[in-house]
């Protein structure tokens, strides 16, 4: 096995770093990385901001469901979807671009940069000695984190990552199985093996959480889906997101 394989088979989320800064080559390289990722017809319709300020940082945290790892990290890296500069293009060669950045397309378009983006990130880090977590929470409070980081019109803020030397590791947590995950061809619909690979599955989770917290947690996975999807959360974001002139047409 490579190295490179190596560090992403290795990844887990870490959410204890040390008081540690990261190096602006650090920075510098984990940025570059992201930017070396693929993306949609040479768009890269996405920012990073990276945010140091101790202050700004502790207000993201409480936005984020006072998650202290978000304050508390070498840096935390927000990704955005953006299509700002786009309609600057258009204006530099007076194009009627707003249609199309108004289109459901280059929404996904801007998602899927971001999310190769820090997924490169994650990997430059990692391999580095880094931990990382990414954090989803900042879209609990998005307009309050747009207020905070200045965002212009036509830029999202979709996710953090705090990045930092790990104080404290964390066991790996098992995928779902392979052939849940993989089919050849065509979408396998053999539901009977589906589930119960599912329920093999739900054990090897239960024991894993049992074993991690000494009995004090051992809910299966389908348990946990379940139980998160039945409650409604960010139910604004449609409409949060065609305010921002992202208009889903």
């Not at 090897?204 to 947690?217: P, Q, W």
Request: charged share 30%.
């Amino acid at each position: 096995m490579n190295e490179v394989i190596e560090t992403i088979l290795n990844h887990r989320s870490i959410r204890k770093f040390e008081d540690r800064p990261l190096t602006h080559d650090q920075i510098e390289k984990i940025v570059t990385s992201a930017q070396a990722a693929s993306t949609s017809s040479y768009i890269q319709a996405y920012t990073i901001i990276g945010v140091t300020d101790k202050e700004k940082k502790e207000r993201l945290a409480e936005l984020a469901g006072n998650q202290t790892y978000v304050a508390e990290n070498g840096i935390f890296l927000v990704f955005c979807g953006d299509l700002h500069r786009h309609e600057i293009a258009g204006r530099m060669e007076e194009k009627d671009v707003i249609p199309s950045l108004e289109s459901t397309e280059k929404f996904m378009v801007a998602l899927i940069d971001a999310a190769l983006a820090a997924q490169n990130a994650a990997i430059a880090a990692e391999s580095m000695g880094l931990g990382l977590c990414f954090i989803g929470g900042i879209r609990n409070h998005l307009a309050e984190v747009q207020t905070l980081l200045k965002t212009p019109e036509r830029v999202i803020p979709l996710f953090g990552v705090a990045i930092g030397y790990p104080a404290k590791s964390t066991d790996k947590k098992p995928r779902l199985p392979m052939s849940n995950i993989y089919h050849e061809n065509e979408y396998q619909q053999n539901e009977e093996q589906f589930i119960a690979e599912i329920e093999d599955y739900n054990r090897v989770i239960s024991s894993y959480y049992e074993e991690r917290t000494k009995g004090k947690r051992k809910d299966r996975w389908t348990e946990q889906m379940a139980n998160m999807l039945e409650k409604k959360s960010r139910m604004y974001m449609k409409e949060f997101v065609q305010a921002n002139k992202f208009d889903l047409k």
